[in-house]
């Protein structure tokens, strides 16, 4: 069965610091690939997504992530966090249907 | 901007209670899905629908039914609640099918069950 693996569940972090979240998937034909993020209180929203083309998908507020095939994997990073960044972090890949499969989350925590 | 609206941010409810769990979309998609986040387990998809009346099984549909009537309301419906079924419930829509379309979510439904 498909799947999407997030390895870090929790994330703890200082301001300034850069920010790499784990991603891999588990389907070997053509994939879209997605991150949402879910801010506290807040509904969750698309950060990026990668369906074809460069593998390094530029995001909204500094966010990027690199598809690479070969691993599988959609990292999410961002070379300096901030305090805002605090949230939880979805991955998630759609392949030769309607459904979205997500991965369990990570909820990152900034300090300020 | 896309809305996605769902009826209630906070529900109570009793075991054995039917439930009703409404949710509205204003941009005309197509798609439309219910998911449950639970912790530690992400979002699971529960059902969705592609037309008017077309549902589909998600991963976990046991104990849920769905509606939808009309083109921009997805109702999901827990026949008799078990608290097992107190989570978070996110409804989300669509534009089409496509590998690329970007999903648009509501604020969730925080359900308790007694």
């Known amino acids: 069965a498909q799947s999407v693996s997030q390895h870090n569940h929790h994330v703890i972090l200082s301001e300034a610091a850069s920010l790499e979240l784990g991603c891999n998937y588990s389907?070997?034909?053509?994939?879209?690939l997605f991150w949402y993020v879910q801010y506290p209180g807040q509904h969750l929203q698309l950060l990026l997504k990668?369906?074809?083309?460069?593998?390094l998908v530029k995001g909204i507020k500094g966010f990027e992530a690199e598809f690479i095939k070969s691993k599988f994997s959609f990292n999410l990073r961002k070379p300096s966090v901030q305090w805002s960044d605090t949230a939880e972090y979805f991955c998630?890949?759609?392949?030769?249907?309607?459904?979205?499969?997500f991965g369990t989350g990570t909820r990152l925590k900034v300090l300020a | 901007d896309v809305k996605v609206t769902q009826s209630s941010r906070y529900l109570v409810k009793r075991t054995g209670e039917k439930v009703f769990l409404e949710c509205v979309q204003d941009?005309?998609?197509?798609?439309m899905f219910w998911y449950r986040q639970d912790p530690g387990l992400g979002l699971r998809l529960i059902y969705f629908?592609?037309?008017?009346?077309?549902?589909e099984k998600g991963d976990i549909p046991e104990g849920y039914s769905v509606s939808r009537e009309k083109k921009e309301r997805f109702s999901l419906i827990l026949e008799s609640a078990s608290t097992n079924q107190t989570s978070m419930y996110l409804c989300?829509?669509?534009?089409?099918?496509?590998?690329?379309?970007?999903?648009?979510f509501g604020p969730g439904t925080r359900l308790t069950v007694l």
């Open positions: 990668y369906f074809s083309g460069d593998p």
């Open positions: 389907y070997g034909g053509t994939v879209n």
């Open positions: 998630a890949v759609i392949s030769g249907t309607y459904k979205y499969i």
């Open positions: 989300a829509s669509s534009l089409r099918t496509g590998y690329t379309d970007t999903q648009y």
């Open positions: 941009m005309d998609h197509e798609n």
């Open positions: 629908s592609y037309d008017v009346k077309m549902k």
